[in-house]
């Protein structure tokens, strides 16, 4: 069993420092992709927080907060900084899910941070600009298979770049 000041992460052999054994990114979005390191296991995937019929628009926020809770703890979380949206609605969308995000991490006495898209972008792909199926393209090639969609493939970048580049 490795000493608990230094396990080694899977892809490099860095070691991570124990304070983050759970760190989560999230790229907030009504298909809301998340990456999450658990000590040595990196699990992705995609939330869907559409509202359905007969919800009020507050239930995407609700569902949001169950995943987060299903989920456990964590002891740091990074999420995708948009900086403008096409629309009026988009941006209410984004500005909720990440008032629900940040509000949680405040709760659970969470460090966070949010880290902006071109960063992302550069990170996975050498260019700030990259577009979606640039940024599945390096995922498939990093993972050898194809992520469910690029809201997944931004998480599990996102979580690539904050455990290289802030833990």
Known sequence: MPHPETIERVDEGQPIPPLYQRTLAL??????????????????GVWD?????????????????KYL???????????????????TAAAHVYGGIVAT???????????????????????????????????CEAFKARNGRDPIDDNEADAWWLLDYTLKELV
């Open 49 to 65: 927080l559409s509202t359905h019929r007969y919800e009020g628009g507050g239930m995407r926020y609700v569902r949001l907060k």
């Open 101 to 135: 995000i940040t509000g949680w991490c405040e709760e659970q006495l969470i460090p966070y941070q949010g880290i902006p898209v071109a960063t992302i972008k550069k990170h996975a792909t050498g260019k700030g600009n990259a577009n979606k199926e640039k940024m």
């Open 27 to 44: 790229d907030p979005a009504t298909k809301c992709g998340w990456a999450l390191q658990d000590g040595k296991q990196i699990i992705s």
């Open 69 to 87: 809770r299903d989920i456990g703890p964590v002891d740091l979380l990074t999420f995708e900084e948009v900086a403008s949206h096409k629309g």
